[in-house]
């Protein structure tokens, strides 16, 4: 088995400079100088550095939270494998706390193109045997032939994409980024056709056409507003989560982190929160999501990682669930 620390995987992106909150300062100064490649990440520290940020413009206003609730910044990008790796703590994040916490979506622009040549990797091609590879470290399917088969040339499409849904339904939005992940992810499509886009939008309810016209017009200014708010807020990493409460007091999570530490920044801005009870039985969660992981299906439902799998097995040989199977493991769904 390799040392995964030994690894870099595709992942997250850091964006250089220093954060300063409830008075300790954050600095990657100190990190090493060298410039990596956005596709390239350790699991062990959950960040990955972006080349060329030493200049960035850092005047756009930060959000404001919500008042009496915690208000969650989440800096993520649709071919973040590791914002995918964070899904089963999400959906449980969700469930437990439920309407006490806001989850705004922005997105961190990974992917611009392939105009650099850094970090050892320097074509699609190489990042293949990366997402095969962090597929096992995050126990989330993903397979890597994408690259090899269909690359994409830009993260920016998609995450376009993502801001013309949020202009029609901001649920529909999260459940259109779900989707495009699943393709993207798992069934190996390249998520900047138009023709990928628009299956994932009507699949989800959204309005295909109306999509098309605000991706070419509103959503652009949108997504440029994302990138702005993530460089007021000294983004460092994909994902990247802000938790605020209304006075301002802020606790951050960088990387793919475990559930408890979601909790712990809930609770230091706010702790005053319940977390509430939900049904765990397989029914009531793939009647609430669309399709489920064994990860994620272990994480909401409390079973053993083990256990949950042989479940979903079993559902599927009674033909209560579909199984779709990739090199790197599988998803469920109800058929």
């Known amino acids: 088995m390799p040392s995964y620390r030994a690894l870099i995987y595709l992942c997250i992106s850091l964006v250089a400079g220093a954060i300063n909150v409830n008075g300790q300062s954050y600095n990657n100064q100190n990190m090493e100088s060298k410039q990596l490649n956005p596709l390239l990440c350790d699991p062990a520290t959950g960040i990955c ?33 590791s914002c995918w790796g964070i899904e089963p703590q999400l959906r449980k994040l ?21 105009s650099y040549n850094s970090g050892g990797i320097s074509n699609p091609s190489d990042v293949a045997q990366h997402w095969d590879e962090v597929s096992v470290y995050y126990d989330m399917p993903i397979d890597g032939d994408l690259w090899l088969e269909d690359p994409l040339s830009s993260s920016y499409p998609p995450s376009i994409a993502f801001k013309a849904a949020q202009l029609q339904d901001a649920e529909k939005a999260i459940r259109f980024l779900r989707e495009i992940r699943e393709l993207v992810f798992l069934k190996k499509m390249n998520i900047t056709r138009w023709e ?6 009507t699949h989800v309810g959204l309005d295909a056409k109306r999509l098309k016209s605000d991706y070419d017009g509103q959503a652009k200014a949108l997504f440029e507003e994302d990138l702005q708010l993530a460089r007021a807020y000294r983004v460092r990493g ?24 979601y909790e712990t920044a809930i609770m230091a801005v706010n702790d005053t929160l319940q977390k509430q009870a939900y049904d765990t039985s397989w029914e009531a969660l793939f ?46 769904q109800r058929p």
């Open 49 to 81: 550095e972006l080349p060329d940020v030493a200049n960035m413009n850092t005047d756009t206003e930060k959000a404001v939270p919500a008042q009496n609730m915690v208000k969650v910044i989440y800096f993520t990008d649709p071919i973040c494998s």
């Open 94 to 114: 969700k469930l437990e706390y439920g309407a006490q916490i806001e989850i705004d979506y922005r997105m961190g622009g990974l992917l611009p193109d392939w």
């Open 196 to 201: 990928h886009l628009e299956a994932a939008a």
């Open 238 to 261: 994909f994902p990247s989560m802000y938790f605020e409460n209304e006075v301002g007091d802020t606790q951050i999570v960088y990387g793919s982190r475990p559930y408890s530490d």
């Open 287 to 332: 009647d609430l999501y669309h399709s489920l992981t064994a990860r994620e299906f272990a994480e909401l439902s409390g079973l053993d990682r083990r256990e949950a799998e042989d479940l979903l097995e079993q559902l599927s040989e009674q033909r209560l669930l579909k199984p779709f199977f990739t090199k790197n493991g599988a998803i469920w």
